[in-house]
């Protein structure tokens, strides 16, 4: 007998694909060989028009949905969009979920041996930019008979990915659906990047990226860098809600070191933890591949013009309170696919939590996004 | 012949006055004997009802208006409103500006020599809060026989204490101006506040505190703690039209490091040149005095009820694009005042420049303060 919900895809298992061939990289380099690491949910149907690729944001990875076994305490970082009824239905989509390339959950990334030199890759690992995770993507696309994806659907970083689907794969992608994202960084995005940046490489164990060789890491920056990350995530209400000045005990310590409020020891909480299962370099390499990101500045910052080949329906999604990228950032996208004469659909949400409301279960949010995904047309 | 410009308050020479009666501080402990550092432009009337008292923010220091020497490359902080003819007009105003207790330009602060130890007090060098700094300048205030000030004038942390004069000294002060300020901080203010602390005391030469024992200086906490701040200064926008994505060389480098971007750079150089001039334990007092303040505690958060003393006439000024310390934070001050029925003036000045606007000669900003205080009696 099942221990899952019924709309939960349930027990899942993570795969992996080794491709031999050379990646040809934005930074020059080529990569061979290297892994991906991915979960599906749901089946592919004879005809191979019903598979939808989930693209992750900075820290995510291949586990959006269902559990690696019955006591996993949380499900996968989606579950609530996908899984059998879910905005995301299992019971029609083949759903598929990876890691990206320079991750640090499974896929070839920093912290994978190097058969080169049989160490970790370290400061050596290329840079990557989000059209050489959708090349990766299309590679494995091709592996699971994938020729066009009904839909590529991300958040924030996601929301970039499946931007880029649009632009570099025009045929193989029907639906493009970003939310939370923006079609490039802005100034304050990439700084508060070069902080967290900052962060890691002035840590004394981070050794110019080959930390794995010293047998350290440089979990001080890599704390530091969450902390910063995370203020973004939140909208400034949504921590006044959650913490305002509540204080950690009854009285004040009056002291320069000690924690005094709830929201500085969540905080440092978020970001010990973060410190422990993170990889510095990949972190490094995710914020590199947002500032990099600006698809536009290939034509001159046109970026109508940019996506004036695409084909693929776009459903464009922000949330009032996310700061990170605003409400003004999608307008930029849905202005320009306008002006591009495109098929495009753009829902604000009304939501108190930031940025980090593209994750969270916010009804008017999954009825939005599961409205527009019910209506893509599949075989039956 | 004077090199100076005739609205320049000139050539200034600090002064300090020891104090040896102990200051009793909120933290409980009294801190004896200490210096004060300031400077004074204009002169002090007969009647003495003509001075303005200066506060300045976290990272400011006494040295407001005028020049050092004939070759200071820069004159004071807030020389473009303080000076003969200018909106704190030195012809008409005693103008006082101190470094608060505890910083690190002159005034008693933990880079001090503790007369105890005959070493730098360090960690040992109590917290202080907005009230202990107000008492601090009341005592300065006595020295230079102002009984009350016509005005106390302050931007940010600045305009909290101007706000603490008004309720700790309702008799001593007629005019209180409160510029881009608050009344308490919020989460998202006490999160980034954390995560500049956070970066100095884990930085491995911070040592607790006493890194003058050691010989070495937090300079990697610092800079990030700078950079960090200093992004909350400035708008999206404004960060956005100064940098936008303006790249250091022509060619992207595509590695983990490297900085790419203008606004890196810009970033990586605020914080190193902060880093070199600025005392690391005076930073983590600075934010400390910052999170703590929140007068309306006392009164059960009731910010009317702990205005309800207060004799002062009030101006409040906040800026559109600061979101530090937004127009809706000085709304809660406006609200409060007349809930409380006070005399309040409020304005909202259109600036792009985000929180540092405050500092800078914005026309309409300069004009609106400039007629504030002309306006304030004083005898001739």
Redesign the interface.
């Given at each position: 007998m099942s221990t899952f919900a019924a709309d939960s895809v349930g027990l899942v298992t993570p795969q992996r694909h080794s491709f031999s061939e050379p990646l040809q990289l934005?930074?020059?380099k080529a990569l061979a060989p290297y892994e991906l690491v991915y979960e599906t949910y749901g089946a592919l149907n004879a005809a191979a028009d019903n598979a939808v690729l989930i693209c992750h944001a900075l820290s995510g990875h291949h586990h959006a949905a269902g559990y690696h076994s019955a006591d996993e305490r949380k499900p996968g970082w989606w579950d609530s969009c996908i899984g059998p009824g879910k905005a995301i239905d299992t019971n029609r989509f083949f759903v598929v979920s990876l890691n990206n390339l320079g991750g640090c959950h499974g896929s070839t990334g920093p912290s994978s041996i190097s058969p080169e030199t049989g160490k970790a890759y370290g400061?050596s690992f290329?840079?990557l930019?989000v059209e050489d995770w959708v090349h990766s993507q299309a590679r494995l696309a091709d592996v699971l008979g994938v020729q066009q994806w009904a839909a590529v659907v991300g958040g924030s970083l996601g929301g970039m990915q499946a931007l880029q689907w649009a632009i570099s794969y025009p045929e193989r992608i029907r639906h493009c659906v970003a939310i939370a994202t923006a079609p490039?960084?802005?100034?304050?995005n990439?700084?508060?990047n070069?902080?967290a940046?900052?962060?890691i490489?002035?840590?004394?164990d981070f050794h110019?990226?080959d930390y794995a060789a010293f047998g350290v890491i440089p979990k001080?920056g890599l704390?530091?860098a969450r902390?910063?990350g995370h203020?973004t995530y939140?909208s400034?209400d949504s921590?006044?809600s959650?913490?305002?000045?509540e204080l950690r005990s009854e009285q004040?310590n009056?002291?320069?070191?000690s924690v005094?409020?709830e929201?500085?020891s969540y905080?440092?909480y978020q970001?010990q933890e973060f410190s422990g299962r993170f990889d510095a370099?990949t972190y490094?390499?995710m914020t590199?591949a947002l500032?990099?990101f600006?698809p536009a500045a290939a034509h001159g910052g046109d970026l109508a013009k940019t996506l004036a080949g695409i084909q693929a329906q776009t459903l464009v999604m922000s949330f009032t309170t996310d700061?990170r990228f605003s409400p003004a950032r999608s307008y930029e996208l849905v202005n320009a696919l306008l002006a591009a004469k495109k098929q495009v659909s753009y829902l604000e949400i009304e939501a108190a939590q930031g940025h980090d409301a593209f994750l969270l279960p916010i009804p008017r949010y999954i009825e939005a996004l599961s409205g527009y995904m019910n209506r893509i047309e599949v075989t039956a």
């Open positions: 934005t930074c020059g400061a290329p840079v930019t490039k960084l802005s100034a304050q990439i700084a508060f070069e902080v940046r900052q962060a490489t002035t840590d004394p110019h990226g001080r704390m530091l902390m910063v203020i939140l400034d921590m006044g959650k913490f305002g000045r004040l009056y002291d320069l070191t005094e409020f929201v500085e905080l440092r970001g370099n490094l390499l590199k500032d990099y600006d700061w």
